[in-house]
């Protein structure tokens, strides 16, 4: 039997918010796991009903700060994307996807 009324979602979803410090360990998690399989890269998604632009912006310089190189890359309708890469000798850069 479903317990939860659409009227309970929706205030659920208004009152949803994700600090940013979530972001970075989601980030830090995929990256980790990503190199650790051997990947030079991953694409990371922002979800925009959680992630503004200007927090995704933040989280660019932060990896660019770093040392990796970031790629914006299209948005959909449900979330930001952008490529993070740490190949050898690879330039920071930041491409507007």
């Not at 205030?11 to 949803?16: G, T």
């Not at 410090?21 to 990947?39: H, T």
């Not at 050898?88 to 491409?95: D, I, T, V, Y």
């Amino acid at each position: 039997m479903i317990t939860i009324t659409a009227e309970q979602a929706r205030a659920n979803a208004d009152a949803a918010i994700r600090p940013i410090e979530q972001y970075y360990r989601d980030l830090d998690k995929s990256i980790q796991v990503g190199s650790e399989n051997g990947r030079r890269y991953i694409v990371f998604g922002f979800n925009k009903a959680l992630a503004s632009e200007r927090l995704v912006d933040g989280v660019v310089e932060q990896l660019l700060q770093n040392r990796f190189s970031v790629e914006r890359l299209p948005s959909d309708a449900e979330q930001h994307y952008i490529r993070i890469s740490w190949e050898a000798g690879e330039p920071s850069r930041l491409n507007a996807g």
